[in-house]
């Protein structure tokens, strides 16, 4: 008895182990491309802006789909985010500085939107592969370089 209880043990952890095998290898033969064949494209978002009263606070960047490129890779996103922008205080004590990297995004046009100290500032960029990736913000323009 005591034996086929062992036996039975053993079997569930085989079954165990070999479902979590063939979910790896499943997912490594995703390897990111898919739908669209080319690379993940990620957007670095930078931000200067100023401090509050001798502190920095993180900030959010609203990201929105404009007008999507068809057949994006498939671990692309395609929908609306937010990507959040911690701020450190710099050595001159006025200057906040930080910067992300956003999720993977589809090919395409995306709008960029920050609130910062002085205004809101938005911009739209072309996201694609070989293209500058990086947006950059500063407190006081109203868009985006």
Known sequence: MQ????????????V????GSVAI?????????????????????????????????SVGVKVQPVNILPDPPKMSNRN?????????????????????MTIPMAPGTWKFTVMLPSEIASCEREIKAGGNLVINFKDGDTSCT
Not at 80 to 100: H, I, K, M, R, Y
């Open 16 to 19: 165990i182990v070999a479902a």
């Open 3 to 14: 034996f086929s209880r062992m036996l039975a043990r053993r079997a569930g952890r085989f």
């Open 25 to 57: 290898a499943g997912l490594a033969a995703c390897g990111g491309g898919g739908g669209g064949e080319g690379p993940l494209l990620y957007g670095q978002i930078k931000v200067a802006s100023i401090t509050q009263q001798g502190s920095c606070e």
């Open 80 to 100: 609306e985010f937010v990507t959040s922008v911690n701020l450190a205080v710099q050595p001159d004590n006025v200057t906040c500085l930080g910067e992300a």
